[in-house]
């Protein structure tokens, strides 16, 4: 089975962006004959400061998400921060993804499903992959057909995230779908003065021991020029390097 890609600019900063970055992956989708699945937030809700740029919001965010489905054809993912964002956001998205920090969230979890999309929930930083059968639970009750979960690290001390990759096997016996968001695994919360740092440098290697324990997808946010990107640039993965990492787990 083709494992699940999931890439895109962390938040909306433009729809010049959206479309350089689409452009790439539709090229990438022709050329390794793969689907990767277009990601982007309308609002970064979960921000460290409140002076940081959140995105454009929901109404103008989605308006632009559509753009980018029509015009290229890609399959829309976007998160949700409040349960009434679901509904309008299930008209545009292909797959709405609930934060790490909102997992347990009972409501948002019923909303997503309501929609009748996929729901990708984020296991929270401090779960374990076991864990993540209570917030499926609630989605499957809630009427959700196809469930992913996404493991994005846990808090290890202060501004510091470790992978433990047992929790994609654990985490395997819950949903068949599993995804590595391997950008925000290499995290350092908090620890940027007022934002989050990271590196970005690891990012293939966190797909790589991913696959080694099973993941069946796998989650990167991309920018043509992450060192100047409104969020996450520490730990977003540059652009243009997308295709080598893609054709490795691929091989």
């Not at 970055?21 to 004959?33: C, H, I, P, R, Y």
């Not at 350092?188 to 690891?202: E, I, Q, W």
Request: net charge negative.
């Amino acid at each position: 089975m083709q494992p699940v890609f999931i890439a895109g600019p962390c938040v909306i900063e433009s729809q010049e962006l959206l479309n350089n970055v689409a452009e790439q992956l539709v090229k990438l989708n022709k050329t390794l004959n793969i689907d990767i699945i277009f990601k982007s937030s309308f609002d970064k809700a979960n921000r460290t400061s409140i002076s940081s740029y959140r995105g454009p919001g929901l109404e103008k965010g989605l308006r632009m998400l559509a753009e980018v489905k029509e015009k290229y054809g890609l399959k829309i993912l976007t998160d949700i921060h409040e349960s009434w964002q679901a509904e309008p956001v299930g008209e545009v998205a292909d797959v709405i993804q609930i934060p790490a920090f909102l997992c347990r969230q009972t409501d948002l979890l019923v909303a997503a499903a309501h929609t009748g999309r996929i729901v990708n929930i984020k296991k929270a930083q401090f779960l374990s992959g076991k864990d993540m059968v209570y917030p499926v639970e609630k989605a499957r009750d809630a009427g959700a057909k196809d469930i992913w979960l996404t493991e994005r690290g846990n808090i290890y001390g202060y501004n510091n995230l470790v992978v433990d990759f047992r929790n994609i096997a654990d985490m395997l016996e819950i949903v068949p779908t599993v995804i590595m968001d391997c950008t925000h695994s290499v995290q350092r919360p908090g620890a940027g003065g007022g934002k989050t740092s990271g590196d970005r440098r690891f990012v293939p290697q966190m797909a790589m021991a991913a696959k080694a324990f099973g993941a069946t997808g796998y989650f990167f946010e991309v920018h043509p020029d992450p060192d100047n990107a409104l969020s996450d640039g520490p730990n977003m993965l540059q652009l243009d390097d997308l295709e080598t990492v893609v054709k490795n787990i691929c091989r």
